[in-house]
């Protein structure tokens, strides 16, 4: 990969680590990935970072679902699960495949330039 690429990456892994709606998870898997940069265990660690970015990242439909669900009223509150079922319905009218929080965003522009940590 080159230096650019990897600068990138690099860049959008601390602002995924310093999101507020990032999991514990998706942290450590990032933090081993910065810590394998230039070693052996690079590849090893790109690969579980990918898979937990996949499996984190939340495709906007199943926000609106949860959103709208009982559970989301419980986990927002009933006034804030609402706002963002409304937020999210409209960044899907505009094209969004995912969520746009903080952790998300970073995740989407980070798989983006999957193909590049995988080599």
Known sequence: ???EALQTIVEKTHELMNAHSCCKEAKAAAQA???AIGTENEV???KRYVEELEADIMPVDQLIAFANSDAGAQVFGANTAKQIAAHAAEI??????Y???PACAAAEAILEKKALLLK
């Open 1 to 3: 990969m080159n230096q």
């Open 92 to 97: 899907k009218a505009a094209g969004a495949k």
């Open 99 to 101: 969520c746009d929080c």
């Open 33 to 35: 990935w910065l810590d």
């Open 44 to 46: 090893a660690a790109a």
